[in-house]
């Protein structure tokens, strides 16, 4: 029997840096029930290296962490890329410059069985499969090998994730290299892709799209759609001419659940990256709380980014995105607005029995018994949204 000891389901945040940094493949991920997959050693292959505790984030935590040197309120120029984001659409001004130089971009993509895993990009055209959030735990796979395979061919390699995600690939990589910008999110936490599967087959959204958008930004909202590819032969392949239909409140209620952390994984409430102080280059978010205290003096109705700009490097590489329109301000209100910023989310009571119960529930008995109803402000919300839609 190994000594080796790996997370348990309170410690992992499933970013496989252990199974990937193995050399004899002695490791495999689990379902430790809600969905969430935890690292198994079989202890007959392990040799006791330690190469899977030191690529593990959470075993082995990252010293050098950043305290932002800006906090920008920003979006891009392009109104094509702000509409297609989930707030101001920095990131797709990150990846444009970062392709514009004959780099890579990894991120996370939906396909089209509506399962959430990170790819690269090495394509201006192929952005949109990474725009937007997708309020699920991302599959990793390989991915931190491809990243290193692309820094040793000295590719501009952009990867962006959760604070955790990036954690685990700079614990995984163990070198620093220059031409690695990395770049996380605000994260309130992240629920399972079976949460998801279930919300999806129980709503019989799975089969009618091609992929889901969590936010629908016609005016900057929070409402669920379904993507939809429009029956022409001309344009069935592009994912640019998709259409947004947007899910009746009545049964988004997986929106509501996440708003709650009813889904997220066990390490989430624990979080170690929830924290002004940064694990990456650069960190964007929704910029709540703006204007609160200093006026801004600019619309916000088509989505604000917040971006924190956390050292020398990514100054410099922000300073060269013209296409980014963007004012400074405090640090202290992107904290003020942003709770996660310095918080991790609280495990609501319900969180064990919610996964369970939305697969078996009665629909209606399960929003009941966990507060998840539409409510009037559903409805207003979605007027505010179509009002905004209309505005130039
Ligand atoms: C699970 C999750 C929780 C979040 N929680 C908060 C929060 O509490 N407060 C807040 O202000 N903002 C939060 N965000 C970030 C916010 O939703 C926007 O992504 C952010 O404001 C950037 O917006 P954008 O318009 O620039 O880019 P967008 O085009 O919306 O974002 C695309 C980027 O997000 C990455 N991404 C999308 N989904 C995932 C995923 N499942 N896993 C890893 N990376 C992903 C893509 O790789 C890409 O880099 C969260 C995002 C996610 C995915």
């Known amino acids: 029997m190994s000594k080796i000891q790996l997370c348990d389901k309170y410690k992992c945040t499933q970013c496989m840096a252990c199974v990937n ?24 292959l392990c040799i006791e290296c330690g190469s899977c505790v030191k690529a593990c984030h ?37 990846a444009r410059k970062v392709l514009s130089e004959n780099g890579v971009v990894f991120g996370a993509t939906m396909d089209s069985d509506l399962q959430v895993k990170h790819v690269y990009i090495d394509k201006l055209e192929d952005i949109v499969k990474l725009q ?70 129980r709503t019989k959204i799975k089969g009618s799209c091609d992929g889901v958008s969590f936010r629908f930004t016609a005016g900057w909202g929070y409402q669920l759609a379904r993507l939809v590819k429009p029956f022409n032969k001309n344009m069935a392949s592009s994912q640019n ?18 708003d709650k952390g009813l889904m997220f994984n066990e390490a989430c409430f624990n979080c170690a990256y929830t924290l002004p102080q940064r694990v990456s280059d650069f960190t964007m978010a929704d910029y709540w709380g703006l204007g609160a ?20 490097k990514s100054i410099d590489f922000i300073s060269n995105c013209t296409d980014l329109f963007c004012e400074e301000r405090p640090l202290e209100e992107a904290i003020e607005g942003n709770y996660n910023l310095s918080h991790s989310s609280k495990r609501p009571v319900g969180r064990d029995t919610f996964v369970l119960d939305m697969n078996t529930m009665p629909i209606r008995a399960l929003l009941n018994k966990y507060g998840i109803k539409e409510s009037l402000r559903d409805y207003l919300r979605l007027l505010k949204q179509w009002i905004n839609s209309k505005r130039k």
């Open 21 to 44: 940094a193995c050399p004899k493949k002695c490791i495999s991920m689990e379902d430790e029930g809600a969905g969430f997959h935890i690292p198994h050693i079989n202890h007959d």
């Open 58 to 94: 959470r075993l082995s935590p990252i010293s050098e962490l950043n305290l932002p040197l800006k906090t920008l309120a920003c979006w891009t120029k392009k109104d094509e890329d702000r509409r297609k984001s989930s707030s101001g659409g920095v990131f797709s001004v990150l």
């Open 132 to 201: 937007g959030s997708k309020y699920v735990q991302s599959y990793l796979g390989d991915t931190y090998k491809q990243v290193r395979d692309a820094l040793k061919q000295n590719k501009l390699v952009l990867f962006t994730g959760t604070p955790c995600q990036v954690a685990g690939l700079l614990t995984f990589l163990r070198i620093k290299y220059d031409n690695l910008l990395t770049c996380d999110f605000v994260c309130h936490g992240v629920p399972s892709q079976k949460a998801f599967d279930i919300f999806c087959e």
């Open 241 to 258: 001419c998709v259409v947004r239909k947007v899910v009746h409140p009545r049964k988004a209620w997986y929106m509501k659940a996440f």
């Open 293 to 312: 205290k200093i006026p801004f003096n600019y619309p916000t109705f088509k989505g604000v980014s917040m971006l924190l700009v956390n050292n020398q």
